[in-house]
C-alpha cells in the first residue's frame, strides 16, 4: 500500500514531517542575507524551507538540491516569483548546469548540517573548491556543523514522534537510536503513515553525520582555497541539536 502525500514526493512529505516547522535558524539565514545581500545560493535546499523563507522576506534565493522530486516539491511550493530550483549535486559545481552557468551570488548557504552527510572529506572538498566561482567578490559562504555528536550510543524511547497530517492521512517520525561510529554517528527513526481508513504504512530510515568541528571545516576550507571569516550559533531545541555556523570567503580577484 502507498500513501498519500499531498502531492509530495516520499522524501518531501518526511522533509515536511521531520523539519518543516523547524525555524530556529531562520533568523541566522535572513540576518546573514540581510548583511551580505541578494541573490542567496541555498545547497540541499530540499523542499523549501529556507529558500521560501528567504524569498518571502524579499531575499532573491536560488535552491538547489540533487533530488529532482524534491526540486518538484520546491518549485510546487515556491512564493510567486521566486526562482525556480535547480536539481544538481552540490558536490558537482566544479561542472556547473546551465542554469548556473553565468550565475554569482552574495551569500552561499549550506542549512541543517549538509556539509555532515554529503560524502565525507573528499566531498567537502569538491564543494569548498567550487564556492568562489559562485561568489562575488566580498560574498559570503555559510556552513551550518553539529559539534557535539554524542560519544556513547542513545536509545530514545519516550520522545514523542514528529508528526503531520496531509491529504487525511497522519504521519509521524518518531526518533528511535543514535548510534557512533569511528568519524560518525547514525540517527535512526521509525517512519509510520497511518491512513483513514486505519491501515498503516511502516518503514526505518536513518542518516549518517560525519564528526566535525570548526578547526577541522577551516582547515579544509583553506585547503580549498577559502578563507575563514568567522563563526556563528544557532540554539538547540527541545528537537533539534545545536549548530556552528562557519563563515568563509572566497579571496578577491
Known amino acids: 500500500m502507498s500513501f498519500a502525500g499531498g502531492g509530495y514526493c516520499e522524501e518531501g512529505l518526511w522533509q515536511l514531517v521531520e523539519s518543516g516547522r523547524y525555524t530556529a535558524d531562520l533568523g541566522t539565514w535572513s540576518g546573514l542575507a540581510s548583511q551580505a545581500g541578494s541573490p542567496v545560493l541555498d545547497l540541499g535546499c530540499g523542499i523549501g524551507r529556507v529558500s521560501h523563507h528567504l524569498n518571502r522576506l524579499g531575499h532573491t534565493t536560488v535552491g538547489l538540491d540533487r533530488d529532482p522530486g524534491l526540486i ?3 518549485d510546487r511550493t515556491r512564493p510567486p516569483g521566486a526562482p525556480a530550483g535547480i536539481a544538481w549535486d552540490a558536490t558537482a559545481l566544479d561542472t556547473p548546469p546551465e542554469a548556473l552557468a553565468e550565475r554569482r551570488f552574495r551569500l552561499i548557504i549550506a542549512p541543517q548540517q549538509l556539509v555532515q552527510i554529503i560524502g565525507g572529506r573528499e566531498a567537502r572538498l569538491r564543494l569548498f573548491r567550487s564556492i568562489p566561482r559562485l561568489l562575488y567578490d566580498g560574498g559570503v559562504a555559510a556552513f551550518a556543523i553539529c559539534e557535539e555528536l554524542p560519544e556513547t550510543p542513545i536509545d530514545y524511547p519516550s520522545v514523542p514522534p514528529d508528526l503531520r497530517e496531509v491529504a487525511e492521512w497522519v504521519h509521524s517520525s518518531q526518533p528511535v537510536a543514535i548510534e557512533p561510529a569511528d568519524g560518525s554517528v547514525t540517527a535512526l527513526r521509525i517512519r509510520e503513515s497511518l491512513a483513514p481508513d486505519g491501515t498503516s504504512v ?4 536513518s542518516i549518517t553525520i560525519d564528526r566535525l568541528d570548526r578547526n577541522a571545516i577551516e582547515a579544509e576550507m583553506r585547503t580549498a582555497g577559502l578563507l575563514a571569516a568567522g563563526a556563528g550559533a544557532i540554539s538547540e531545541t ?10 568563509a570567503r572566497a579571496p578577491l580577484s
Open 238 to 247: 527541545d528537537r533539534h541539536m545545536g549548530s556552528t555556523v562557519i563563515l
Open 202 to 205: 511502516r518503514s526505518k530510515d
Open 72 to 74: 518538484a516539491d520546491f
